[in-house]
């Protein structure tokens, strides 16, 4: 019994090796998929563009940063002066710095609440140009080295397929060329 055990253990294995290797030649027979990787996030944060875009935001957005932060100081200053001098004021001044701290404290969220919203669609507005600038030189390198898959997300990826810095190189070259603008403008380009 344990003869026929083994001969059909044998036969197995033998079955087993003979599909593999049917199976590696009709795989080295296939042509394997070419395919790429681009980390948009190091895009957004190393691209030209996206610095430029950066750059443009933060001077747009410097005197309202100010504005709220003498704001902030402001009302910083009169917590100090009320919980120094609070004890010693009448009833009545104290009722009347503290509503005008309120006021302060509400003005100052208001205010920060409004510059968060307005910067974050300034940013958005800016990004999705360099993303639209990104995408046409993702497919412009996919299409010149003729690669068949290009991954925008992963969840690991080997470097020798991470394409990002020829992206981030094409689209340095089209700001420097004329092609594209720091701001994301096509000059002269009626594609």
Not at 87 to 94: A, C, F, K, N, V
Not at 183 to 191: L, P
């Amino acid at each position: 019994m344990t003869k026929v055990k083994s001969r059909i253990k044998a036969a197995s294995v033998k079955g087993a090796l003979f599909t593999m290797l049917l199976l590696a030649n009709v795989v080295v027979a296939q042509e394997v998929p070419k395919i790429g990787f681009v980390n948009l996030d190091r895009i957004l944060r190393d691209a030209p563009a996206a610095v430029a875009a950066q750059k443009k935001i933060e001077a747009e957005f410097a005197r309202k940063d100010q504005e709220i932060g003498k704001l902030a100081e402001q009302l910083k200053k009169l917590e100090d002066a009320m919980q120094k001098n609070g004890p010693t004021m009448s009833d009545g001044d104290r009722r009347t710095k503290e509503r005008e701290l309120g006021e302060l404290g509400r003005e100052l969220q208001r205010r920060q609440r409004d510059f968060r919203e307005e910067l974050n669609q300034r940013r958005n507005e800016e990004l999705s140009v360099v993303l639209e600038q990104a995408n046409r030189a993702v497919r412009q390198i996919a299409e010149t080295e003729k690669y068949d898959m290009v991954f925008q997300e992963a969840v690991w990826v080997n470097p020798r397929i991470d394409i990002t810095e020829k992206v981030i190189k094409a689209l340095g070259a089209g700001a420097t060329s004329g092609r594209a603008t720091p701001a994301g403008n096509a000059k002269g380009s009626a594609k």
